[in-house]
Nanobody, 127 residues
Framework: VQLQASGGGLVQAGGSLRLSCAAPGRTFSTYAAGWFRQAPGKEREFVAAISWNPGDRYYEDFVKGRFTISRDNAMNTVDLQMNSLKPEDTAVYYC?????????????????????WGQGTQVTVSS
């Protein structure tokens, strides 16, 4: 499965961006999907995830109330709406997906549980 992440860019603090992860040619609705980010000099960290059931969503504490993950099965995408962006949100954002079953935030937050990764999209938040 090839994942394509898009939507990154430069935005001022307090602004918004919407990232999109597409899986061309695949039925993305049967995959759990997650977003991770990696800032320069830091390890990749979990941001948010959604199971094949769109009602099951998981967030890292630092994005709760600001970011929303959703899936659009008609468009075959998983999106990350990012509001109230802060300079510390600056990173390369990666989408990931896997068809296997998972339960709970700890499971979805493990990068190793995802078999497929996109190329990353840069998000830069200026102060």
């Amino acid at each position: 499965v090839q994942l394509q992440a898009s939507g990154g860019g430069l935005v001022q603090a307090g602004g918004s961006l919407r990232l999109s992860c597409a899986a061309p040619g695949r039925t993305f609705s049967t995959y759990a999907a997650g977003w991770f980010r990696q800032a320069p000099g830091k390890e990749r960290e979990f941001v948010a995830a959604i199971s094949w059931n769109p009602g099951d969503r998981y967030y890292e504490d630092f994005v709760k109330g600001r970011f929303t993950i959703s899936r659009d099965n008609a468009m075959n995408t998983v999106d990350l709406q990012m509001n109230s962006l802060k300079p510390e949100d600056t990173a390369v954002y990666y989408c990931a997906a896997d068809p296997s079953y998972c339960s709970g935030t700890k499971c979805y937050a493990r990068p190793s549980r995802y078999g497929y990764w996109g190329q990353g999209t840069q998000v830069t938040v200026s102060s």
